[in-house]
């Protein structure tokens, strides 16, 4: 059975002080929980890492980084390398969201290197692919998702592709209150698992999580997650606020 992920990228907000009171709201709620089938995952900016790492109880949730470094150490000021990140105790780091893409121009080259820099620290890549709505709207984006996963991911051996988990996050739809529909979010995963079972078999594909994202909420949260292939969200605005984050990890 692959794992079942609810990872939630605060992007660049909160407050140190609010971020701290915020995971601990949800570390809170979860740990009431009685069963802990979902994996829960804290993605706030750089400076909380530590603390938010030291005050969770990691058995029920973790923590992902937002970023890393292409390069791992040396004079490239304002970069922050995987190895620190790993120092901090988080477990994961969200590589090529679409605003990474777009606003830094990291490009599949680059987000292969950090691909490598996380799996070098023993850390999770969340690995991000989504097309944009010019590429939907002109029927490229099979083949624009197809390119992302070769490029970024496919020279991998098996064994390190087997630690990714991928984030199908088209970009029309993050942020905006767009949501892609659930059949539009099941056609595009179970396209991503064949693309996958077509270099490395179908035992590999049937294992990796893929999780969607772009406008996840409460509200819908439940029907994407009900489908086969949807293995999860990676949630930007609903997870600024407890209730709603625990909401949607509630939809499995
Ligand atoms: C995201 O940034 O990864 C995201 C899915 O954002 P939102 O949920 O706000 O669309």
């Given at each position: 059975?692959?794992?079942?992920?609810?990872?939630?990228?605060?992007?660049m907000n909160?407050?140190?002080n609010?971020?701290?009171?915020l995971a601990?709201?949800i570390?809170k709620?979860?740990r009431k929980q009685?069963?802990h089938?979902?994996?829960?995952?804290?993605?706030p900016?750089y400076?909380h890492?530590?603390?938010?790492?030291?005050?969770?109880d990691?058995?029920?949730?973790?923590?992902?980084?937002?970023?890393?470094?292409a390069?791992p150490k040396?004079?490239?000021?304002?970069?922050?390398?995987?190895?620190?990140?790993?120092?901090?105790?988080a477990?994961?780091?969200?590589i090529?969201?679409s605003?990474?893409?777009?606003?830094?121009?990291?490009d599949?080259?680059?987000l292969?290197?950090?691909?490598?820099?996380?799996?070098?620290n023993?850390?999770?890549?969340?690995?991000?692919?989504?097309?944009?709505?010019?590429e939907?709207?002109s029927g490229?984006?099979f083949?624009v998702?197809?390119?992302?996963?070769?490029?970024?991911?496919?020279?991998?051996?098996?064994n390190a592709?087997?630690?990714?988990?991928?984030?199908?996050?088209p970009?029309?739809?993050i942020?905006?209150g767009?949501t892609a529909?659930?059949?539009?979010?099941?056609?595009m995963?179970?396209?991503?698992?064949?693309?996958?079972?077509?270099?490395?078999?179908?035992?590999m594909?049937?294992s990796i999580?893929?999780?969607?994202g772009?406008s996840c909420?409460p509200s819908n949260?439940?029907?994407?997650?009900?489908n086969p292939?949807v293995?999860?969200?990676l949630?930007g605005?609903a997870?600024?606020?407890?209730?709603d984050?625990?909401?949607?990890?509630?939809?499995f």
């Amino acid at each position: 059975m692959r794992k079942k992920i609810v990872a939630g990228n605060w992007k660049m907000n909160n407050s140190f002080n609010r971020g701290i009171e915020l995971a601990t709201e949800i570390n809170k709620l979860v740990r009431k929980q009685d069963e802990h089938n979902v994996t829960v995952i804290l993605s706030p900016p750089y400076i909380h890492l530590a603390e938010i790492a030291r005050i969770i109880d990691k058995d029920v949730v973790s923590v992902a980084a937002q970023n890393c470094a292409a390069e791992p150490k040396g004079a490239f000021t304002g970069e922050v390398s995987a190895k620190m990140i790993k120092s901090t105790g988080a477990q994961y780091i969200i590589i090529g969201h679409s605003e990474r893409r777009q606003y830094y121009c990291e490009d599949n080259p680059v987000l292969k290197q950090k691909v490598l820099r996380a799996l070098e620290n023993s850390l999770t890549p969340i690995f991000c692919i989504g097309e944009l709505l010019s590429e939907r709207e002109s029927g490229n984006h099979f083949k624009v998702v197809k390119s992302q996963l070769e490029e970024a991911l496919f020279d991998l051996p098996a064994n390190a592709f087997g630690k990714i988990v991928v984030a199908y996050e088209p970009v029309w739809a993050i942020g905006t209150g767009v949501t892609a529909s659930s059949a539009q979010a099941q056609e595009m995963h179970a396209f991503i698992r064949l693309t996958i079972a077509d270099k490395y078999g179908k035992e590999m594909a049937d294992s990796i999580s893929i999780l969607y994202g772009g406008s996840c909420k409460p509200s819908n949260a439940k029907e994407l997650f009900a489908n086969p292939d949807v293995d999860g969200g990676l949630i930007g605005g609903a997870a600024l606020q407890a209730d709603d984050f625990f909401a949607i990890i509630n939809s499995f």
